[in-house]
C-alpha cells in the first residue's frame, strides 16, 4: 500500500485551483512577504529561496498520465486486489481511474527540486490562492531543514500506516502554518467526486488529522515542539488519532511483526500482491472507531491466484486481551461470511465453497486466515509460533524527552517488507 514512486504529486499538493494572483510585478515582494511570514511561524530562516515554477493543468495531466504508464497503474491495480480482499473498496472501485480524474491541484511541493510548482487554472479565489502558498512554503522551508522526514516519507515501504503519520506531520504541519498565517478555509481538494470512500479519507487524512495532531502538540509539545516533532516524529495513525499516544510520559510505539513463510498446502497457489499494516485508521474503517481502539500493531500479506481469486493472512497485536477479543467478536460479525464449522469465543471458522476462514485469539494477539483451502488451516497454529513481534517502544523515549536516535534510528526498525 506505500506510494513510493508517486513523486510530490499526489502527496504534497497544495490543492485546488490556484489563482496566479501572484503574477505580475509584484509577484517577488509578495513571495518575500509570504516566506517572511512562514519563517517567523515556523521559528527557522530559509537556507535559499524556494524557486517557483508554473505549470499548465494540462501539463499536470500529462504528467499524471505518464506516472500512470511508468508503473503506477499497476501499483494501484495491486492495491485495489488487496484493499478489496478486505472488503475496504468495492468491486467495482478502481483506484488507476480515480487517480487519473483527480481535478483541483492548484500547487505543489517537489521535494528532489525543491521547487514550488504553481499550476495555473483562472478565476480562483486569491486569498486562497495565498493561503495555499503559504501550505507549500512551509513544506519547502521544512525540507530545507529536516531532509530526513521528506526521505523518509517517500521511502517507507510496506508499512502504509508508519508513513501516513509521516504524512501526517508534513502535511497536518503546513495546514496549522496556513492557519496561523491567517488563510483560514475549508480545503476542498482531494480526490475526483464518486472516488471510493477508503480513499477519499486516506487522502484527506494527513490534511485533516494531521493538523490536528499538531495544534495539540503545539498547545503543549514545549517552545521547541516542532524541531523535534520532526526529529522523532510519530510512526502510526493511532498516535496521530491519539495524540497523547506521542505526547505522553509513555509513548505508545507501535509494534513491529514480521510474518513468517507459510505452507498453506499445495493447493494455495497464489503470489504475494500486498504487504502491509492497516493500522488503527484501516482498522476503524474494518470494524468501526471503538473496536479499532487499542491496536498496537498488524501486519497483513494478500495472495492472488491464477485465476483472480485471493486469500490472506493477518496478525494483529492489542493492548489488552479485551482489546484483541472486541476486535476478533466484530470482524467476525461484520466480515465473517460462509458456513460456520467452529464458532467458539476465541477460535472461528467458517467455509465458502471450498474456501475456509479462521480466526484466532492468543492472548492480546488475533490471527486471521481468509479464503484458504482446508489444508492451509493448520497454519494458523505455526504463525502463532513464529510470528515475530518488535516492541518500539523505548524507556524514556518522548518528545518530552528523546532519548532514541531521532527519526533514523527508529525507522531502521521499519524496514521495507519485500516488495510482491
Ligand atoms: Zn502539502
Redesign the pocket.
Known amino acids: 500500500m506505500g506510494m513510493k514512486g508517486k513523486s510530490g504529486r499526489g502527496q ?3 490543492s485546488v485551483l490556484l489563482c496566479l494572483v501572484l503574477a505580475g510585478a509584484s509577484q517577488e515582494e509578495d513571495l518575500e512577504a509570504l516566506r517572511g511570514r512562514v519563517s517567523r511561524l515556523v521559528g527557522l530562516g530559509y537556507r535559499k529561496a524556494p524557486e517557483v515554477r508554473r505549470l499548465s493543468a494540462e501539463d499536470l495531466r500529462k504528467q499524471t498520465e505518464r506516472q500512470l504508464d511508468q508503473g503506477y497503474r499497476e501499483h494501484l491495480g495491486r492495491l485495489d486486489r488487496t484493499l478489496s480482499h478486505f472488503g475496504l473498496l468495492q468491486e467495482d472501485e478502481d483506484l488507476a481511474g480515480t487517480e487519473g480524474e483527480s481535478p483541483g491541484v492548484g500547487a ?2 517537489d521535494p528532489p527540486s525543491g521547487a514550488l510548482y504553481l499550476v495555473g487554472s483562472p478565476g480562483q479565489d486569491a486569498r486562497e490562492a495565498e493561503g495555499i502558498l503559504v ?2 512554503l512551509s ?1 519547502s522551508l521544512l525540507h530545507q531543514h529536516f531532509p530526513d522526514l521528506w526521505k523518509r516519507s517517500m521511502e517507507i515501504e510496506g508499512n502504509e500506516d508508519a508513513r501516513r503519520a509521516i504524512m501526517a506531520v ?2 497536518g504541519h ?1 495546514e496549522w502554518v496556513r492557519e496561523e498565517a491567517g488563510f483560514s478555509f475549508e480545503r476542498r481538494d482531494g480526490p475526483a467526486q464518486g472516488a471510493p470512500s477508503y480513499w477519499m479519507a486516506q487522502t484527506s487524512f494527513p490534511y485533516r488529522w494531521g493538523m490536528e495532531f499538531i495544534r495539540k502538540v503545539a498547545e503543549s509539545g514545549g517552545e521547541d515542539w516542532q524541531a523535534r516533532v520532526f526529529s522523532n516524529p510519530p510512526l502510526s495513525s493511532e498516535q496521530i488519532l491519539h495524540p497523547e499516544k506521542y505526547l505522553g510520559d509513555r509513548v505508545d510505539w507501535p509494534t513491529r511483526i514480521e510474518l513468517p513463510d507459510l505452507d498453506l498446502g499445495s493447493e494455495a497457489l497464489g503470489r504475494p500482491i500486498g504487504s502491509d499494516s492497516l493500522g488503527e485508521f484501516g482498522m476503524r474503517f474494518l470494524v468501526g472507531e471503538r473496536a479499532a481502539a487499542g491496536w498496537d500493531g498488524d501486519r497483513f500479506v494478500v495472495y492472488e491466484e491464477p485465476g483472480g481469486g485471493t486469500y490472506s493472512v493477518w496478525y494483529s497485536v492489542w493492548d489488552s486481551e479485551e482489546d484483541a477479543r472486541e476486535f476478533l467478536e466484530e470482524y467476525s460479525r461484520r466480515f465473517g461470511v460462509g458456513q460456520a464449522v467452529e464458532s467458539g469465543q476465541d477460535e472461528i471458522t467458517r467455509r465458502t465453497n471450498d474456501r475456509y476462514s479462521r480466526m484466532v485469539r492468543q492472548g492480546s494477539d488475533v490471527a486471521v486466515l481468509r479464503g484458504v483451502p482446508e489444508s492451509g488451516l493448520p497454519a494458523i497454529e505455526e504463525l502463532f509460533r513464529k510470528v515475530k513481534k518488535t516492541e518500539l517502544r523505548r524507556a524514556g523515549e518522548s518528545p518530552g524527552n528523546p532519548g532514541g536516535g531521532g527519526i533514523g534510528e527508529l525507522l531502521k526498525e521499519f524496514p521495507g517488507q519485500e516488495r510482491p
Do not use: D
Open positions: 504534497f499538493q497544495g505543489f511541493y501550505h507549500e513544506h508534513i502535511e503546513a
